[in-house]
């Protein structure tokens, strides 16, 4: 008992800290990088510490110290309690989301059996719809609170684009559920262990649409209509300032993390190196002993996760920075009339094509 | 180059130069620590801007140019913009401004969240430059209070670059009881009719 | 239900982070209110008309779809995890439910509900 | 839908889209009525950059309005300059050596060049592909090295003097230009690939903004806006001045003058462009750039300061300006954004008694409303981005 | 050259309109009625010799100290022809209001409001007769010869 909760606060602290401590600060400086060598820039390389510039990275310290010590404000005729509540509503989930992500295997360490999930829980999948819903709320209260019309046409958006695209996440899901017959994402990440049984190869159109209503649900370019900068200004969080602005950004960042660590899990392999299974994985640590072996093991399942979610970090980011943006009603119709009736057609194969086998 | 600092006025003392010098705000500044503090709260503002791209005029080519990869604004940590003025720290008043334009100008001002910036980008900003006529303002420091001058019609990139240095100087120098800035020192006078 | 302890401490770092947020930024740095800085930002104009009114209907259209096809997708949810013990008898019953679905969006499709223009 | 909504009472919302708003460059100010998305009516406020461009010009003398020309349109000041200048020419009743006129050119079509590049990379900007936006300003800031060794300045050149230039041309300037247009080419072709068969790209702009042939006549489109609906009307074709008439080039024309169409367009004439100053190079005769009319254009330096009666001149044009005698003309060039007219009236004094100037892209900003009624808010970012509106041409 | 084949049919067709009539540098100007503006404006554009389909540009100059102060100047273009004219009608300052051609050029809307703004002539049969470039609220119109270029009118104080 006492071991179980040590390793689900151990477990907790990794994510808490992967999560807030390097994925938030160090997604900003991606992000602002990555546009930069796209784009033949250098990008932000100044901010120093004692004369290190760690290639520019301490300038995401630099912008969360210049929002702390920005002004809070709300504007009068607002909402002040959910013009607050909203960047709360927004972040909590996107913080929360990565509980039920396995981010390594079960693994046999000194008698106590390890599982690399802060919760393992039997709706696994459904859990994270439950809180990205949660998200919609933050958005919207955001938008509506405001008491100004672009936040309100961003927020009225948001709600549409929101809700739409977790209507096509759900249905596009349920293919991988039918071929692997679980809710648990552990379950679904250890039946991936045979390269070939990767969602990619099992559900290709399911992945493709997965990540189009991923990235559509996290308003990120091309689907940023509530925050299109060009036509809102800024969209739902127009009237925030200082950290609570950032916030909505963090959320942004956690729940690109998030969406990476779901899409590993459910098609890229989740903690599993290609054409290496569990077995072969601990009979190469033999040297090491039994639980130095579990060990290794663990440690190269861990890097192997993060490595496909840094992969699919880079990924969105390049999305996020070649594409145009959508029209607002192109990305309903693209929501209603292709991605929807595609999901059905692909539970109909799907079930199909598991029933013929 | 052909940049300077700005005004001096009644809220914001400026020690040009950079030593504090000893004297009274050196005891109310007090302890070591609120001016460690201090210190790294300036050096998080100095190094990220966020800008609010007010811009109107012939200077807008520049800016686009400074913001390019050539220049590339980026560096010095100030290439975001932000279009509403309560995320933006730095306004960028680049270009002429009317009197059709002056309370749009003054009201975002007014809109922007402590702590800001004003940087006067091109000599109409400035001073009106040689449209000294009856609908052009002369200089935006008659509307609002300005912290970096850049010249020229429009500045070169590179000037711009060293009046944000400039400006990241002077942030670095700043006091907690610089702030708030508070309201333009403008009211309307003229009312609009609709 | 042991396993959701964890979760439930996740979930308050989560809201104690973002607490600690809000309040560290409402109490820290300057602050100066006055009428006009206090206007919702409209472009540097006042503003016109109220945000708190009626806005169009199609979003609330949008709304009621999504209860529509999201409950129904929660239906499917444990039919797909237990497919492969249904058989062909679940897969032939579920598809006449999707079809069912299909109909509501075909439906409203036609109706032209689904057009912005 | 209409059989559902038509019962349920909900309000227009009434926005201010501008003047301090991206889409709008700084200038303009869209009064929207919205129902949802979708845009009941609209007005367009202007006059935001008004700067007093005809009170300015009549208070200087004929020469010092060229610095005034360079920001009417300051995308392509060049194209200003020229046509100013011809427009005094076409007064006066001179014409200026044929290297001035290749040249005069050479500054143009760069002038052009620039101006595209600007328009499409801003509007890639604003759709949201800010990587095309950059590759574009990148190729823009190459063509303004190329304007910087020619004139000196980046933007607001002033190279063009009546009767003549400010200077020939500097050594290295064939290679320079051979080196630019190449690697301009490699980037148009990136963004070419960026944009142009971007399906989302294609989505946001074909269909949108699109106007008739005839309507567009009527609202006086003229430029790009204007192939874009199929009419060629080319001021460099309809009616060549300079070297125009020797020049090889296409006008490219669209169909349903939409959005993409007007892209299109604008990226073909950026190529049109590139062999223009090809070929002008290549063609650019031996001779004089200024015209030896000391009481119009100033004499050479040597000679002001060593013969009196250059200095005499010199100091007379200076001090009282150039006398144009009584009269009045007007003269078109096609500007980057469509027929730049300048119309002037000399009462035989040396400042300028009117100096009107005909803006391009005054009529197209004056057709928004149309454009967009009906159309959702989205679309006025890409519309009013194609329209190129240029606030300092615009409002003057 | 068929220079002046625009004047002289103009002549013919409306020989009381015609006030005076000029080709300097090659620019083909008629100086017409004012009460005739709207008249000469659609025949110009419907004329299947003439076809002036654009309407390019419309100002006004001032003549300050002459009678009739001010001359309102239309720019038209014929696509077809390839063929420019220049008309000008006279305005007096005690009577500035003049036909508004929006009815023939639709084009003609906001040249004719600025216009207005800029010399306070009015157009009469405007759908929208009010300031473009100024603010309302502007006193006087400075295109004007006698505003003086320095007389500010701000929105917002301090004057400067």
């Known amino acids: 008992m006492v071991a179980d909760l040590i390793e689900s606060i151990a477990k907790i602290v990794f994510v808490f800290s992967v999560n807030l401590g390097f994925f938030a600060p160090v997604l900003g400086w991606v992000e602002r990088k990555q546009s930069a060598v796209m784009q033949d820039r250098i990008g932000a390389n100044r901010a120093d510490i004692f004369g290190f510039t760690a290639i520019g990275l301490f300038h995401s310290l630099a912008d969360a110290l210049k929002v702390l010590t920005k002004e809070d404000f709300i504007p009068t005729g607002a909402n002040r309690f959910f013009h607050t509540l909203a960047p709360f509503i927004c972040l909590v989930p996107a913080i929360s989301t990565f509980v039920v992500i396995p981010f390594?295997?079960?693994?046999?360490?000194?008698?106590?059996?390890?599982?690399?999930?802060?919760?393992?829980?039997?709706?696994?999948?459904?859990?994270?719809?439950?809180?990205?819903?949660?998200?919609?709320?933050?958005?919207?209260?955001?938008?509506?609170?405001?008491?100004?019309?672009?936040?309100?046409?961003?927020?009225?958006?948001?709600?549409?684009?929101?809700?739409?695209?977790?209507?096509?996440?759900?249905?596009?899901?349920?293919?991988?559920?039918?071929?692997?017959?679980?809710?648990?994402?552990?379950?679904?990440?250890?039946?991936?262990?045979?390269?070939?049984?990767?969602?990619?190869?099992?559900?290709?159109?399911?992945?493709?649409?997965?990540?189009?209503?991923?990235?559509?649900?996290?308003?990120?370019?091309?689907?940023?209509?509530?925050?299109?900068?060009?036509?809102?200004?800024?969209?739902?969080?127009?009237?925030?300032?200082?950290?609570?602005?950032?916030?909505?950004?963090?959320?942004?960042?956690?729940?690109?993390?998030?969406?990476?660590?779901?899409?590993?899990?459910?098609?890229?392999?989740?903690?599993?190196?290609?054409?290496?299974?569990?077995?072969e994985l601990l009979s190469l640590f033999q040297f090491a002993g039994p639980n130095g072996a579990a060990l290794l093991a663990m440690l190269v399942n861990v890097a192997t996760f993060f490595a496909k979610v840094i992969f699919f970090i880079w990924l969105q980011m390049t999305i996020r920075w070649t594409l145009p943006r959508f029209r607002y009603d192109q990305v309903m119709r693209l929501c209603w009339k292709m991605l929807l009736p595609l999901s059905l057609i692909n539970i109909l194969i799907t079930g199909l094509v598991v029933l013929v086998l | 180059m052909g940049v300077?600092?700005?005004?001096?006025?009644?809220?914001?003392?400026?020690?040009?130069?950079?030593?504090?010098?000893?004297?009274?705000?050196?005891?109310?500044?007090?302890?070591?620590?609120?001016?460690?503090?201090?210190?790294?709260?300036?050096?998080?503002?100095?190094?990220?801007?966020?800008?609010?791209?007010?811009?109107?005029?012939?200077?807008?080519?520049?800016?686009?140019?400074?913001?390019?990869?050539?220049?590339?604004?980026?560096?010095?940590?100030?290439?975001?913009?932000?279009?509403?003025?309560?995320?933006?720290?730095l306004l960028m008043v680049v270009g002429t401004i009317s009197h059709k334009q002056a309370p749009i100008l003054v009201k975002v001002y007014n809109q922007m969240t402590e702590p800001k910036w004003v940087f006067a980008f091109g000599v109409c900003a400035v001073s009106g430059g040689f449209y000294n006529n009856y609908s052009v303002v002369q200089g935006i420091d008659t509307l609002i209070p300005v912290d970096v001058y850049v010249p020229g019609c429009p500045p070169r990139p590179e000037m711009v670059l060293d009046g944000l240095l400039k400006l990241q100087e002077k942030v670095a120098k700043e006091r907690w009881s610089d702030w708030p800035r508070g309201a333009a020192p403008v009211t309307p006078m003229l009312k609009k009719q609709e | 239900m042991s396993e959701y302890i964890p979760v439930l401490i996740m979930l308050f770092l989560a809201a104690a982070t973002a607490a600690g947020m809000i309040v560290a930024t409402s109490l820290i740095g300057p602050k100066k209110y006055f009428a006009e800085k206090m206007e919702p930002f409209e472009c540097g104009e006042s503003q016109i008309v109220s945000s708190k009114q009626r806005f169009s209907?199609?979003?609330?259209?949008?709304?009621?779809?999504?209860?529509?096809?999201?409950?129904?997708?929660?239906?499917?949810?444990?039919?797909?995890?237990?497919?492969?013990?249904?058989?062909?008898?679940?897969?032939?019953?579920?598809?006449i439910f999707i079809a069912v679905l299909t109909i509501g969006l075909v439906y409203v499709w036609r109706r032209g509900a689904l057009e912005w223009e | 839908m209409s059989d559902l909504m038509k019962d349920l009472h909900t309000e227009h919302m009434v926005i201010n889209m501008g003047p301090s708003h991206p889409v709008t460059h700084g200038t303009v100010k869209f009064l929207v009525t919205l129902d949802g998305e979708n845009i009941v009516d609209m007005k367009v406020d202007i006059g935001y950059l008004h700067r007093g461009f005809e009170k300015m010009c009549e208070s200087g003398t004929w020469q010092q309005v060229i610095p005034y020309t360079d920001r009417l349109n300051y995308v392509s000041p060049l194209i200003n300059n020229v046509g100013y200048a011809l427009a005094v020419e076409k007064l006066i009743g001179i014409e200026v050596p044929e290297r001035c006129q290749y040249l005069r050119v050479i500054a143009c079509e760069l002038s052009r060049i620039a101006d595209h590049l600007t328009n499409v990379a801003a509007g890639g900007l604003e759709l949201g592909a800010f990587t095309a936006f950059l590759y574009f300003v990148e190729a823009r800031e190459l063509v303004w090295d190329l304007i910087e060794m020619l004139c000196g300045a980046r933007v607001t050149v002033n190279f063009v003097r009546i009767g003549g230039l400010k200077n020939d041309l500097p050594q290295g300037f064939q290679d320079k230009t051979r080196a630019v247009f190449k690697e301009c080419r490699r980037l148009?072709?990136?963004?070419?690939?960026?944009?142009?068969?971007?399906?989302?790209?294609?989505?946001?702009?074909?269909?949108?903004?699109?106007?008739?042939?005839?309507?567009?006549?009527?609202?006086?489109?003229?430029?790009?806006?204007?192939?874009?609906?199929?009419?060629?009307?080319?001021?460099?074709?309809?009616?060549?001045?300079?070297?125009?008439?020797?020049?090889?080039?296409?006008?490219?024309?669209?169909?349903?003058?939409?959005?993409?169409?007007?892209?299109?367009?604008?990226?073909?004439?950026?190529?049109?462009?590139?062999?223009?100053?090809?070929?002008?190079?290549?063609?650019?005769?031996?001779?004089?750039?200024?015209?030896?009319?000391?009481?119009?254009?100033?004499?050479?330096?040597?000679?002001?300061?060593?013969?009196?009666?250059?200095?005499?001149?010199?100091?007379?044009?200076?001090?009282?300006?150039?006398?144009?005698?009584?009269?009045?003309?007007?003269?078109?060039?096609?500007?980057?954004?469509?027929?730049?007219?300048?119309?002037?009236?000399?009462?035989?004094?040396?400042?300028?008694?009117?100096?009107?100037?005909?803006?391009?892209?005054?009529?197209?900003?004056?057709?928004?409303?149309?454009?967009?009624?009906?159309?959702?808010?989205?679309?006025?970012?890409?519309?009013?981005?194609?329209?190129?509106?240029?606030?300092?041409?615009?409002?003057? | 050259m068929e220079t002046n084949v625009t004047i002289k049919k103009l002549s013919n067709r409306f020989p009381g309109a015609i006030i005076e009539t000029h080709s300097h540098r090659g620019d083909d100007t008629a100086v017409v009625k004012k009460e005739s503006i709207l008249e000469i404006c659609t025949f110009l554009r419907d004329d299947e010799a003439l076809l002036y389909n654009f309407m390019m540009d419309l100002t006004v100059v001032d003549y300050l100290g002459r009678e009739p102060r001010f001359e309102v100047v239309y720019h038209l273009f014929s696509l077809r022809h390839n063929r420019r004219v220049r008309i000008k009608a006279r305005v007096s300052e005690a009577d500035a209001i003049i036909d508004s051609i929006v009815p023939v050029w639709v084009g003609a809307n906001w040249f004719e409001r600025e216009a207005f703004d800029m010399y306070g002539i009015t157009f009469k049969g405007h759908p929208e007769m009010r300031r473009i470039l100024l603010y309302e609220g502007f006193e006087g119109h400075p295109l004007r010869k006698d505003y003086p270029i320095k007389k500010r009118q701000p929105l917002i104080g301090p004057i400067n």
């Open chain 3, 57 to 95: 209907v199609k979003f609330y259209l949008v709304a009621l779809f999504f209860v529509i096809f999201d409950i129904e997708a929660v239906f499917i949810y444990p039919w797909a995890v237990l497919f492969k013990d249904l058989g062909w008898f679940g897969f032939v019953e579920m598809m």
């Open chain 2, 4 to 89: 300077t600092f700005g005004k001096e006025s009644a809220s914001r003392r400026i020690v040009p130069g950079g030593t504090v010098s000893d004297g009274p705000e050196r005891l109310l500044d007090g302890s070591a620590i609120l001016t460690r503090l201090q210190a790294a709260v300036n050096w998080g503002r100095k190094y990220s801007f966020f800008l609010y791209p007010f811009v109107t005029a012939c200077c807008g080519m520049e800016f686009m140019s400074v913001a390019g990869p050539k220049y590339d604004l980026d560096r010095f940590g100030a290439a975001l913009p932000r279009f509403s003025p309560r995320q933006a720290d």
């Open chain 1, 104 to 279: 390594g295997g079960r693994y046999e360490l000194f008698g106590h059996q390890v599982n690399l999930v802060i919760a393992d829980l039997d709706v696994g999948i459904l859990f994270v719809f439950a809180l990205a819903s949660l998200a919609t709320y933050g958005v919207v209260l955001a938008g509506w609170s405001s008491r100004s019309n672009w936040s309100l046409l961003g927020g009225l958006r948001a709600s549409a684009q929101m809700l739409s695209y977790e209507v096509a996440m759900g249905l596009t899901i349920i293919g991988v559920l039918i071929v692997y017959g679980s809710l648990r994402l552990t379950e679904i990440g250890a039946l991936q262990e045979n390269f070939f049984h990767w969602g990619i190869f099992l559900q290709p159109l399911g992945f493709v649409l997965f990540l189009t209503c991923a990235i559509a649900e996290n308003k990120r370019v091309p689907f940023d209509m509530p925050e299109a900068e060009s036509e809102l200004v800024a969209g739902y969080f127009t009237e925030y300032s200082g950290l609570k602005f950032v916030m909505f950004w963090m959320a942004e960042f956690l729940e690109i993390v998030t969406i990476s660590g779901i899409v590993t899990s459910l098609f890229f392999g989740a903690w599993h190196l290609p054409f290496v299974s569990d077995q």
């Open chain 4, 188 to 396: 148009w072709n990136d963004v070419d690939k960026l944009l142009t068969k971007n399906r989302i790209f294609i989505d946001r702009v074909r269909n949108v903004g699109d106007i008739s042939a005839e309507e567009a006549i009527a609202y006086g489109f003229t430029g790009p806006c204007l192939r874009a609906c199929g009419i060629p009307y080319d001021v460099r074709k309809a009616q060549p001045y300079l070297v125009y008439d020797r020049m090889d080039f296409e006008v490219p024309i669209g169909e349903t003058g939409d959005n993409f169409d007007k892209y299109l367009v604008r990226m073909e004439e950026i190529q049109q462009s590139m062999k223009i100053v090809e070929q002008a190079l290549s063609q650019l005769p031996d001779g004089p750039i200024n015209l030896d009319l000391p009481q119009y254009r100033m004499q050479p330096k040597e000679d002001i300061y060593h013969r009196i009666d250059s200095l005499i001149f010199h100091f007379k044009t200076v001090i009282d300006g150039i006398k144009p005698p009584p009269g009045e003309v007007y003269f078109a060039v096609e500007g980057a954004n469509g027929e730049l007219g300048f119309y002037l009236v000399s009462d035989g004094s040396g400042k300028p008694y009117k100096c009107r100037v005909r803006p391009p892209c005054f009529p197209l900003t004056a057709a928004m409303p149309r454009l967009m009624k009906g159309r959702l808010i989205a679309d006025i970012v890409p519309t009013f981005d194609m329209i190129n509106m240029i606030g300092g041409e615009c409002d003057r």
